[in-house]
């Protein structure tokens, strides 16, 4: 029983303790170590996790090894390679831990499943998925828009909790700008 | 009665005649032409669109007049600010037309009723915002990871149709390269 979980989606939908306990026996726990993956590229993607506790990363890795970070996911956030969980294909992420991680796992089955059988937990996906969309929209905005400095002044005031956890080199590949770059602005911010 | 709408939303549920015939009463057509504006920024937004026919921009202009291309829709696709309509909030971007359109638009409150009143409605958008998500994440990936020549084949891949359809100078704002990169480019492929 994930109390986590369940406030988590009492944010948005109430459910009694019946409904909640069939929804959490769809969902199965996993321990991770830091430097551990969770997901690696090119395997297929049969489950997207909820963060209890620690910290991740899900990063692409070019032709010339750079690594770009595509999202984090820390506690109450949702991460998977969601195109290739969506339609059940292969990674092109590798997904890892930075922090030992606590996580709920769910297949894709059963998040059908338990949305085909409770409304309230379809409309529970619906808006989590519209509020996915809706930061991410921003995120391109602020590539698209921003200068370094802004793109990290924003990450900062937006993530205040993560540039505490992350070190300033994933920081950078996250937004899209050099490392040196990065140090000359945390320094003055 | 909007065949397109029906067509669209039974890609992904089958409706019944008069399932379909309650959701489209939630809908009202909407006639613009080329150069109108459907969202002005700083304006409440109340309604999300559907695209029977042309082609909007929604774009975002920086304190220095600088306009980004956040989105186009043409047929089938969905337009709004999504943020301030989901949020209730005033519109950060401008919607503007290319072509003359034919729009539906549905408020947030029917969008709620009908996902509400119908279990098939609620998971049509689950799975509509969940394509939207992925599709976010791979402009993201996109605009991180690649160099303006990758950058533009994708988007001729991707969306063929919209290459003949829209301006160089368009194609440039939304994939965040110049006029004249992009016009070396398109020369070459």
């Known amino acids: 029983m994930s109390a986590e979980l369940r406030k988590h989606i009492e944010e948005i939908v109430s459910l009694t303790d019946d409904e909640f306990e069939h929804i959490n026996e769809h969902f199965k726990i996993k321990h991770l170590k830091k430097h551990q993956y969770l997901i690696q590229e090119d395997e297929h993607v049969k489950y997207m996790y909820f963060v ?7 990063t692409f890795t070019d032709v010339n090894g750079k690594e770009y970070i595509i999202q984090f996911a820390m506690e109450n956030w949702w991460i998977s390679d969601f195109k290739a969980f969506y339609q059940n294909a292969k990674s092109i992420t590798n ?76 920081i950078a590949a996250y937004l899209g700008i050099s490392r040196e770059t990065l140090s000359r602005l945390s320094v003055k911010v």
């Open 52 to 58: 209890i506790k620690g910290l991740l990363k899900a």
């Open 95 to 170: 997904i890892s831990c930075l922090e030992n991680v606590e996580l709920l796992s769910i297949s894709r089955e059963n998040l059908n499943k338990i949305c085909s059988e409770n409304h309230k937990m379809e409309h529970f996906f619906r808006v989590k998925n519209s509020y996915g969309y809706i930061a991410l929209q921003q995120r391109i905005l602020s590539l698209l828009s921003t200068s370094p400095k802004e793109r990290f002044e924003q990450f900062s005031n937006q993530y205040p909790q993560l540039g505490q956890r992350v070190s300033k080199t994933i």
